[in-house]
Structure formats: structure tokens, C-alpha cells
């Protein structure tokens, strides 16, 4: 009988260890997850009047791609591998960027976070930001930006983004880049406040700042490496590893949390900030339920955030209105608030089931290297005081067996590091910066956590005939759909059967991005010709006359896009009266003149009558 129950009890002991998951996840938990995760891309779907059944990756959701607004949502659904559209979005971004990679100013003059978040975006919905028409992302918006512009032009931001979508895929900086990584991370470190905290104005430690900066920071969090740098805010050098510094951050990230278990911004409770600490804290394998840090009394960061959540499945941005942010109700849904509430949990959800970090788009470790890493870590947990020099050594050694690369998934080494030191045994590992140095290029994962949806490979009659349904003449309000369809015709394994209807599909985006250019060109020539509208006068009616023929040209559609389009209009009845008055004046003033001289004539004849 009691080698049954030592049986009994080694069964159970190794189903524990090799339960894929991390130890705090339950099917509860998961569950509640994935719903509350569902609500919010339904509600999402409701806000841009998308049906339930249809993609959130369509339009007019489509039309966001490239923007602030939009790039987020796609991220937060790749990285959980939400069934979608990826591939139309992808479409639509990758040719938003060759188009505006045309202009002067590429993706934009100062903001570098315009590329680290598009590459973010390409990457979670498969794509290869290296390889977008002929730019790479990477390179232009990372440790090549400061050949155009300093990459840190818009503030401590830039810094930050420029690494995360540096590690995203642990690119390789080339020998001749303009920045190394190492320079790259000395520039974030070198701007810690003296209380440990970052912010963007450099003078008072702010919330979203310092968890952004902890989120950059977190693939060295359990590296040795030590840097020595300049401290700007105490202007002294020091030497810290990356582990310090973000402990010093995370000690600051407690002192600020609320008593309701929340953060703010310039004393304002949102669930942004909020949103922000929690992808923080599971980027460096930090469950915010389990770590007394970040709980404050009975309520936790996780209570917090879900207690924005409203009816219809989306999150409000605060609880009080307030005046410098009026598109932000506290009684409606929040788009911004939603979408940073969707890729947090997405966070959350994939440190519980061990995956990969969210901003850690590689292709996920196997199986069995997750159960040894899942191993040690439960063995580091066990180490005590009376742990002796023979036993740390051999989980340094089963450390050491790991790729470098993956090392830092061993969430609790420095326990390990630590311990070792103690009992005097030397350290001697490799930098993980250099150990980042692996990729050039590469599609980013979609997370296989849904069944994901697989686009036909095929086109099909029932394509020609979207073809046949755009109507013509031709507008610019299809262009979504002809971009979207170019490239699933490109992909398909039987393109050569369709050459025909991909010929004419190129030559309508052609036709539309004329039309296009047109509007922006009509843009330019009001604002330089006829802006503002109520100083205008009847020696501009050449230019309304002109730009208003131009803009008659249009398509009622195309004309809704032309910058103030409504004074446009009016502006022409306004010239009008304008030379109508003149005119009349003109009349007038002959009419008076006629008067005059016909007075004086007649005065003139009377003068010679008396005479």
C-alpha cells in the first residue's frame, strides 16, 4: 500500500511539472480572460458599426490602419490570436506605408514612434516590417533613425519604442547602423529619475512612463550585465545592471499605485495608466495578484482595471469627467481606453498560459524547453538559506544549457544569482545584449491560441465578381477593398488564372490614388489660396472659381474628404455677392457721376441763360 501512494504521489508530483501552463492559471481565470477580451472586440465591432459576425479587421475598421487609432487593436488580436482578417489588415498597412514612404517625410519628420508602432502592428498580423515594398522599418525607425532625425526627437517615447521594436524579433544591428542596441538602452537608463521613476517632461516620475520604460527594459531584467552611464537627473555616473534599475522603478511604480489599487496621470484615475503597469509587470513575469507590491489593502491592479468595464463591453478612460480631455466621458465607452485594456489582458493571458512576452514576437519555444524552464524555476523558489554551494551550481548548470537568448524567461534567476554569490561561486555569463543579435528579418507569430482562420489560397469567381460590384466611375471610397483584394489575388496559389482581373485592379487603385492625390493637391490650394474664408473678396474669385471646377469634378464622396468642403462651397455665393456689390457699387458711382454732371450742366445752362 505505501508504494502505491509513493506511486500516487509521484504521478501527481510530475502532472505538476508538466502542466504547460504557469502555476497561477486556472480554468476560471482563463476563462474570464478570454470573455472579457471577447466583450471588448465586440464592442469595438459596435462602435465602428461592424456586425457581429463580420471581421473586426474590415471596414471601415480598415481605414484606421497606419494610425494611432487603430494599429493597436490588430496587436492586441495577433498577440492572442483572436480569428480575424489579418491578412486584409496587412494589405491595407503594408500599402499605407509605401504611399506615404513617398512623401518627404516618410512616416513623419520628429515622431519615430510612428515606425515602432506600424512594425509592431505588421508583426502581429504576420508580416515582416523589414521587408514593406522596399523599406525596412526596422532600420529607419531604430538604429538608423538618427540619420535623419535623433530617435529620441519626440521625447524619452522614442527611446523606448525604438527598443521594444528592436527586440521584438531580437533583430541584429548591423556593424555600420547609426546606433548600436547598447547606446539605445544607455539612453533610456540615463533618463531614470533620482526616485526611480521616468517621465517624459524629465521632472516628476510619471506613471505610463515609467511601466513603458520597464516594458523596454524587461528582456535584460535578469541579465548581469552592467552598464555605466551618465544619470542625467543627479548628473553622476553610475554602473547598475538592468535588474537594479527596474527594481528601482517597480519600487516607485508601488509607492504611486492608489489605495483602489489603481494608477493615475496628473492626479487623474484612468485605466490607461493602469493598463500600462500590468503589461509592465507580466513582461517580466510578474502576475500584479501575486505580488504583494501591487496590491494595495483588498484591492489589486487587476479589480481596478475591470472596474471600468461598462455594459456594453468596453472601458471607460475615468470615472470623473474632466475638462482638459472632453472626448473621454466617464459615462461612455472609450476607444483608446478599450484598446489598452485589450493587449494588457492579452499580456496577462499569455504570461498565465507561457507564452512568449507580449512585445516578443518570435515563434514560441517547444513544449519541452518551457517544462525544464517551468522546473527550474520551481526549484529556485525552493532555495533557502541552507541550500549548499553543490545544488545552486547544478541549477546554474541547467541554466546555462538554455539558449541565452531564451534566458530571460527564467523569471527568477536572480534569486538564483543571488544565492550563488553568496556561497562565493563566480558568475561569469554572457551579455543578453549581445546574445539579442539574431535576426534580419522574419514574420512575426499570430498566437495560436484561438483555431485560427486561414485565408482560401484560392481565388475564385465569386472574387471577379467583387471585382464587377465596385462601381464606376471610380471613388476613392473603395480603395480599401481594391488593396485588399490585390494582394489576396497575389497570394493566391492559381494567381496566373486571374492575371486579367489583377491587371484591372491595379489599374483602379491607380485611378484612385490620382483621385487622391487630387483632394490632397485641392487641400493644399485651399488653405494656401482661399483660407480663411470669411476674408475673402472678389479679387480671389479667379482661385474660388478655379479650385471650385476642380472640386465639382469630384464624386460626392471624394468632395465629403475635401478640407472644409461646406465654406467651399459658401465661398462661392460669398464671392459672388462680392462682385455683385462691386458691380452695383460700380453702377451706382456712374449713376452718381451721370447725376453730377448732368446737375452741373444744367446749372452750367442756367448761368448762361441769366447771363
Known sequence: ???????????????????????????????????????????????????????????????????????????????????????????????????????????????????????????????????????????????????????????????????????????????????????????????????????????????????????????????????????????????????????????????????????????????????????????????PNEDERFKKGDNSLLDFIMDYQMEDGGFVHAKTYNADNPSSLPDESNSMASEQVLYALVSLYRLENGYRTMYDFRPENPQEMKQQMLKLMEDIDDIHEHTDAKQLQQLLDTYENFPIEERSYVYNFHKLAEAAIKQSIQLDLPAFSEAYEINTKGNGAIAPIYQEQTAPRNSTEQDVEKIDAIPTPLTTEHYIDVVSMIDQFEQADNKGDFEKELAQLYKYKEEMEKIEAEIQSINEDVLDQLYPFNELTSKDQDNVDAILERFNALSPYDQGKVLNYEDLKKSKTQIDNAVRAQRISWVLGIVAVGLIIVVLLRIKKRRRQRD
Not at 502532472?15 to 477580451?37: C, D, M, Q, R, Y
Open 1 to 287: 500500500m505505501r508504494n502505491f501512494y509513493a506511486w500516487l504521489l509521484t504521478v501527481v508530483m510530475m502532472t505538476a511539472v508538466l502542466l504547460p501552463s504557469v502555476a497561477f492559471a486556472t480554468p476560471e481565470k482563463e476563462e474570464s480572460l478570454l470573455h472579457t477580451i471577447e466583450q471588448i472586440i465586440a464592442w469595438k465591432k459596435q462602435d465602428e458599426n461592424i456586425a457581429e459576425s463580420d471581421p473586426l479587421l474590415s471596414k471601415p475598421f480598415l481605414a484606421h490602419a497606419g494610425n494611432t487609432n487603430g494599429d493597436w487593436y490588430p496587436i492586441g488580436l495577433g498577440r492572442i490570436g483572436y480569428p480575424d482578417d489579418y491578412q486584409a489588415y496587412l494589405a491595407v498597412i503594408k500599402n499605407n506605408v509605401i504611399e506615404r514612404y513617398k512623401t518627404k517625410d516618410q512616416l513623419s519628420d520628429m515622431k519615430a514612434t510612428e515606425w515602432h508602432r506600424i512594425s509592431l502592428a505588421i508583426l502581429a498580423v504576420g508580416g515582416d516590417p523589414t521587408a514593406v515594398g522596399d523599406s525596412n522599418l526596422i532600420a529607419d525607425g531604430t538604429y538608423n533613425r538618427g540619420l535623419k532625425t535623433s530617435l529620441g526627437a519626440q521625447g524619452i517615447n522614442g527611446w523606448i519604442w525604438g527598443l521594444i521594436a528592436l527586440d521584438s524579433m531580437r533583430y541584429k544591428v548591423p556593424d555600420d547602423a547609426d546606433m548600436t542596441r547598447i547606446e539605445i538602452i544607455k539612453e533610456i537608463i540615463s533618463l531614470q529619475l533620482e526616485d526611480g521613476g521616468f517621465s517624459f517632461y524629465q521632472d516628476e516620475a510619471e506613471t505610463d512612463m515609467t511601466a513603458m520604460a520597464i516594458q523596454a527594459l524587461a528582456p535584460y531584467y535578469q541579465s548581469t550585465e552592467e552598464f555605466t552611464y551618465t544619470q542625467k537627473d543627479i548628473g553622476e555616473n553610475v554602473t547598475k545592471t538592468i535588474h537594479t534599475i527596474v527594481d528601482e522603478a517597480l519600487e516607485k511604480l508601488s509607492d504611486m499605485q492608489t489605495s483602489t489599487g489603481g494608477f493615475s496621470t496628473q492626479d487623474d484615475d484612468n485605466v490607461e495608466s493602469a493598463a500600462q503597469v500590468l503589461v509592465a509587470l507580466t513582461s517580466l513575469g510578474i502576475h
